[in-house]
Nanobody, 124 residues
């Protein structure tokens, strides 16, 4: 199977910065798209940013100019650098990866995996 683990969340003041990391592990042949999503209390989960395996990025309008997604393919890791944080960025941030993997017996095509989420709180 595949495990997705996020880290780097916490408390930041408005205008501050945080950097999230997400590592995928397991019997992975290839990781296609990776991305960050967030869910605030009482709201649906929404896309924050995605990045393809060749580095093409897509950011939500609400974070353009403030958040930067990047990845290290050798380490199966995706990052989200968050600058100029606002209170409305407060949410649980989830990492998603589209993975080609094996469970030791069978090989699976492009399958989506989610991390457990990391809390980001922006408050003074």
């Amino acid at each position: 199977q595949v495990q997705i683990v996020e880290s780097g969340g916490g408390l930041a003041q408005p205008g501050g910065s945080l950097r999230l990391s997400c590592v995928a592990s397991g019997s992975i042949f290839k990781i296609y798209d990776m991305g960050w999503y967030r869910q605030a209390p009482g709201k649906q989960r929404e896309l924050v940013a995605t990045i393809t395996d060749d580095g093409t990025t897509n950011n939500a309008d609400s974070v353009k100019g403030r958040f930067t997604i990047s990845r290290d393919n050798a380490r199966n890791t995706v990052y989200l650098q968050m600058n100029n944080l606002k209170p409305e960025d407060t949410a649980v941030y989830y990492c998603n990866a589209e993975v080609h993997y094996s469970d030791g017996r069978y090989t699976y095509g492009r399958s989506n995996f989610w991390g457990q989420g990391t809390q980001v709180t922006v408050s003074s």
